[in-house]
């Protein structure tokens, strides 16, 4: 990094403000802010360090002090952005919730994490109010949309904003200082709240040059919802830390919106989903050609394994790559990707970042030779690597083994040092002494011309063990019929095997997703099978 760490400060929020000032950026874009009728603000790393200071001394003067916990609950608007810099200056931990969240998803992990404090907007109130009295440590709440207080404990933005100093002195912190606090959901039980330390910002940093490939000329859009890892770690600290330009939207999703944006902004490189893409592969490429794309350099994705189809669109529509990248909430940065520079081969997670010790291991801890499918590690100690499961240190535990953090996926190597995705440890399906992986089985769907999103899932069979079921979602022109299911499973049968062919398949509306893009083939075997899905709070609506 280029002096970016100086007598041992990590604070993030003083890396992507203050420290951006101190090497003569101030007076450079930090945001291009667009609302979502697209109106422009830009904001300097100056003012964002300005803004981020009072913020700072607004929690302080609320009695935030190190290691409280305070959240965001907004859509993606500056304030966001402000209260999560001003937070960690404080040394508080800050988290993120998605805005759109329920009364149980706000209860679990406001309750779990005692937060103190939480910002967000008037319209949240009654939600809030339904749960408050089993929050006994949330102290206040601060509403972005109100100009005066409307209690001793729940206070206008605006009003703290206005009487709170920019003037502030970040705290000398450490690398192992806690910092970022992101829940995950699992099939079972509570969602378990994975924290982060300061010490994350060295790969982020690292990463977003190294595998991103973005520099400080570059105007880089991270399209991400900062309740998820990707628009904390890529959508605010990587890019910020480093002096980058970032555009950030407060609007959905529109494929005409967005690629008015690339166009109109001059994006040069691109950070997205998979489902946005499967999305935008939903148009023609007539649409597409009236876009001059010429500024953008090249797509990276993240969320889930990116299918091949995807790919091959993307070179064919937009005459760009698309840079596969995977990681965990639980790793923080990327670990394994594609990137400028190396040979894609779709459907591949790339091979691993540079420092990053990864394995593919059997399950008594043995490693596998090269094409053997078996659990996906990676040797522990990387600087982004979570510091713990917040009050479970139990769950922690669980997941090292011999130094390895065992990250639940499947996957194997090919003798050229690729990575491929096979599924979830619990996603593999087991059908007649055959293991399938279901992402290769939805890879194959995708390239049907009828489908546009598909999932795919194993259920118990009284004679395979269990048996393969595809969920599919068509493009708006198709319709399903005997021909179309036909059709499809002929194709599986020919593209993979007839192992592979699903035994049934089911048309839906839409595939359920979290909020990361990634498929939730746990709701989909809970609605098949009639059970109880589990936490259900980062399921896209």
């Known amino acids: 990094m280029e002096n970016l760490i100086v007598d041992n400060q990590y604070n993030i929020g003083f890396l992507c403000t203050g420290r951006q000032c101190q090497l003569g950026r101030g007076d450079r874009v930090a945001m291009r802010w667009l609302s979502p009728s697209l109106e422009r603000r830009d904001y300097s790393f100056a003012e964002l360090d300005r803004l981020t200071s009072r913020f700072a001394n607004v929690l302080q003067g609320l009695g935030v002090s190190a ?77 972005v949309d109100v100009e005066e207080h ?26 192992e200082t806690p910092s970022v606090l992101h829940y995950t959901s699992g099939s079972t039980g509570k969602p378990k709240g994975v924290l982060h330390a300061h010490r ?69 490189v691109w950070y997205t989903a998979p489902t946005a893409l499967r999305m935008l592969m939903r148009e023609t490429d007539d649409f597409y050609a009236g876009f001059d794309l010429g500024r953008l350099r090249h797509i990276c994705s993240v969320g889930e394994p990116l299918n091949p189809e995807a790919i091959q669109w993307a070179r064919r529509a937009l005459g760009k790559e698309v840079y596969d990248t995977w990681f965990q909430t ?13 040979e894609v081969r779709p459907g591949s997670m790339g091979v691993p970042v540079s420092g990053i010790g990864v394995a593919i291991l059997a399950e008594d801890g043995s490693p596998l030779p090269d ?5 996906l590690c ?20 669980s997941r090292f083994r011999n130094g390895f953090y065992y990250t639940g996926d499947t996957a194997y190597r090919d003798p050229d040092g690729y990575y491929w995705f096979c599924g979830r440890n619990d996603d593999i399906i087991n059908t007649s002494g055959h293991l399938i992986s279901p992402f290769e089985i939805e890879s194959s769907l995708l390239e049907v011309a009828e489908v546009a999103e598909a999932g795919v899932i194993g259920v118990p069979d009284e004679l395979a063990y269990e048996k393969i079921v ?66 259900l709070s980062t399921v896209e609506e």
């Not at 094409?371 to 659990?375: E, F, K, L, S, V």
Request: aromatic share 10%.
């Open 67 to 143: 290691q409280d916990v305070f959240f965001t609950y907004l859509p993606k608007m500056p304030e966001q952005f402000v209260a999560f810099l001003g937070a960690l200056k404080v040394q508080a931990i800050a988290g993120t919730l998605f805005s759109n969240f329920g009364d149980d998803a706000l209860l679990d992990r406001l309750g779990d994490s005692c937060a103190k404090g939480i910002i967000t907007k008037k319209s949240s109130l009654k939600k809030l109010a339904r749960i408050r009295d089993r929050l006994p440590h949330l102290r206040f709440i601060i509403l």
């Open 200 to 268: 994350s910002v060295a790969l982020q940093s690292l990463t977003t040059q190294n595998v991103l490939g973005v520099t400080r000329d570059d105007i880089f859009w991270c399209t991400a919802d900062q309740g998820w890892v990707t628009g904390t770690s890529y959508g605010i600290i990587g890019p910020w830390c480093l002096g980058i330009t970032q555009v950030h939207f407060g609007g959905g999703y529109d494929p005409g919106t967005w690629f008015g944006i690339l166009q109109e902004q001059g994006v040069t």
């Open 150 to 175: 409307l209690s001793a404990d729940t206070l206008s933005y605006s009003r703290l904003m206005a009487e709170g100093s920019e003037l502030f002195t970040v705290p000398a912190t450490p690398p």
């Open 371 to 375: 094409g053997a499918a078996g659990n």
């Open 470 to 535: 595809a969920f599919v979602s068509l493009h708006r022109q198709a319709s399903y019929d005997p021909q179309l299911e036909l059709k499809i499973r002929l194709y599986v049968s020919n593209r993979l095997s007839t192992v592979a062919t699903p035994a049934e398949i089911i048309c839906i509306d839409a595939i359920p997703k979290n909020k990361s893009g990634k498929i939730m083939r746990r709701v989909l075997k809970a609605r098949y099978l009639g059970l109880d899905a589990g936490d």
């Open 378 to 397: 990676l040797r522990e100690g990387w600087p982004s690597m979570f510091s713990t499961y917040l009050n479970n240190n139990a769950a922690y535990a």
């Open 330 to 342: 639980e790793t923080g940065a990327i670990m394994i990707a594609n990137r400028p520079g190396l």
